[in-house]
């Protein structure tokens, strides 16, 4: 009897179901970062959840989670806010002795999170002892009011000085010596950021610290690096 063919050589058909099987899945697309908040919470608002870290923080920063909100000396009214302007609010908190600068942001930009990744970056690059160093922390704190929703903060290492602004005033009385000194400071600094491609953007006397006979800038929201040649203008902390 004479068997019917199938009308594919067998070596061919099986040649065909190899090439079938392998013919690769797709990929799955990576996780997509949280979408930056539309609403940001008030001043007030991250004032009285820092009070409770066990409750604010993200139990992913538990150095942050388990510290001290500290009380700021320097106000008529007790509080915990240290500095604001108008992206943001700091405050400091104690982890075992070591003080840090959580600034939380009360509205930003829609590209918050990959202007200070970029920022981070370059400056960790460079060494510029000058400018502190600071993380930038995705979905790190939230509110009484919106338990829900965690959202984006800096930490960066305390600085305990006074700003550019009060040391003037504080040695405009015959010390003139000590003024030459701080501007030339100044515009060594100044200089440094220009040989390595990066602009401040707010060098206001408030965003300058002096500490034991040293100068730091400080409050990187309109600082330029080199990654954003080309794009678009960084946000910047006043009119």
């Keep these: 009897m004479a068997v019917r063919g199938t009308g594919h050589s067998p070596s061919l058909q099986g040649r065909r179901e190899r090439q079938h099987l392998a013919v690769p899945r797709p ?7 949280p979408p930056l908040p539309t609403q940001w919470p008030t ?4 004032a009285q959840a820092i009070q409770k870290p066990g409750f604010s923080i993200n139990s992913r920063y538990q150095d942050l989670r388990s510290g001290t909100p500290v009380k700021n000396p320097n106000v008529r009214y007790s509080s915990y806010i240290h500095g604001s302007g108008n992206f943001g609010v700091v405050f ?28 981070s970056r370059y400056l960790r690059s460079r060494e510029l002892p000058f400018l502190v160093e600071f ?3 995705q979905e790190a ?5 919106r338990p829900e929703t965690y959202y984006p903060a ?11 602004n009060r040391f003037i005033e ?3 009385g015959g010390k003139p010596r000590v003024l030459e000194s701080a501007a030339r400071t100044f515009i060594d600094q100044v200089y440094a950021l220009q040989r390595n491609g990066i602009a401040h953007g707010d060098l206001s006397g408030d965003n300058i610290l002096v500490s034991d006979g040293k100068m730091y800038f400080i ?21």
């Design 27 to 33: 990929r799955k697309s990576p996780p997509l970062k």
């Design 43 to 46: 001043s007030s608002q991250y």
């Design 92 to 119: 400091k908190i104690d982890v075992s002795g070591r003080y840090y600068a959580l600034k939380c942001f009360t509205r930003a930009s829609g590209e918050l999170n990959v202007r200070y990744r970029e920022v």
């Design 135 to 137: 993380h930038y922390l």
């Design 141 to 145: 704190i939230r509110v009484m009011s």
């Design 154 to 164: 800096l930490r960066m290492s305390w600085i305990e000085g006074i700003n550019l």
């Design 170 to 172: 504080q040695n405009l």
């Design 219 to 239: 409050d990187y929201d309109g600082m330029y690096v080199p990654a954003f040649r080309g794009g678009k203008k960084a946000p910047r902390d006043g009119p």
